[in-house]
């Protein structure tokens, strides 16, 4: 198709518009890219200087699926938001874990890092949004890559928290 669709105009594509190239199998091709989120504009993805580099690898390539057109992330504000959650399990696990890649973490890394949550201070509710994120990614990378988590990693991520959420307290009420 050349140039912008006129009203009233038929629309012509040529054999090679809808040829996808090679490349494009890998939607990752680093660690360094920017994703053009539906609602709210771009945003730079730097995953670089993070470590293990294989979680990098796999949260990259799941924060980019999620982020496609058909995913459940939309809005710049919440891309964003699910890439500081990322920075912060990653952080999680350098400081207070052994695993390397996807394939060595386990149940207990995931109940780690929710009482870590707890001990740094956030509320319930907070700590429940800020770990389904990790979740989210996490469910995304075993259903890209089926049989790298471990099966006792798999029924973890079957449900949230093993603690409440507790209630809500609204600032209006």
Known sequence: MRGRPRKGTAVRFAPADGVVPPYASD????????IEARYGGTIEV?????????FALAFAGALRRQSEL??????????????????RFFAYLREYSTVKTPADLRADD???YE?????????PIHRHTVLAKA????????ADQPGLLDEGIRRRLSFTSSQSAGRSRPRDA
Do not use: C, W
């Open 27 to 34: 939607p990752v091709l680093g660690l360094r890219f920017n």
């Open 70 to 87: 058909g995913g459940p992330l939309g809005a710049r504000s919440t891309i964003k938001q699910h890439l500081q959650a990322y920075l």
């Open 115 to 123: 009482d870590f949550l707890s001990a740094v201070g956030m509320t």
């Open 135 to 142: 979740i989210l990614a996490l469910r995304s990378i075993d």
């Open 110 to 112: 995931i109940d780690g």
């Open 46 to 54: 730097d995953l670089v200087g993070e470590h293990p580099r294989p």
